[in-house]
């Protein structure tokens, strides 16, 4: 299954080292993110280390070797008409680039929110 993961995803994971965690090292499981992800992650680590009680080298680890498992997509490898719908229909602004990697690849977004579709991504755009 391929997916775009969703900073929360990732922020959750890396706070609970449960069950998402492990799913996110299922090879089974293809992750795809914008490279926002890592600007995400960056503006969040300290408050992911706190939470979850861990240090920020701990966190950092874990994220370096998810790195490997990553399809990590550049904005400049995403055409401009794609990130203008993506724009359209996402509900906000720092989502834009999950939506626009999503509909470059026409997979879904894995997001804590919800599941965005890829049905549910069409849709919007034809509507």
Known sequence: MQLVLDANILFKALIGRGKVLRILFLDK????????????????????????????LEVEEVLNLLKERLQIIASEDISSLIKLKAKEISPHQKDEAYFAVALAFSIAIWSEVKVYNTEEITGAIES
């Open 29 to 56: 499981v293809n992750l795809v993110a914008p490279e926002f992800l890592f600007e995400e992650f960056e503006n969040n680590k300290s408050e992911i280390a706190d939470k979850g009680k861990v240090s920020i």
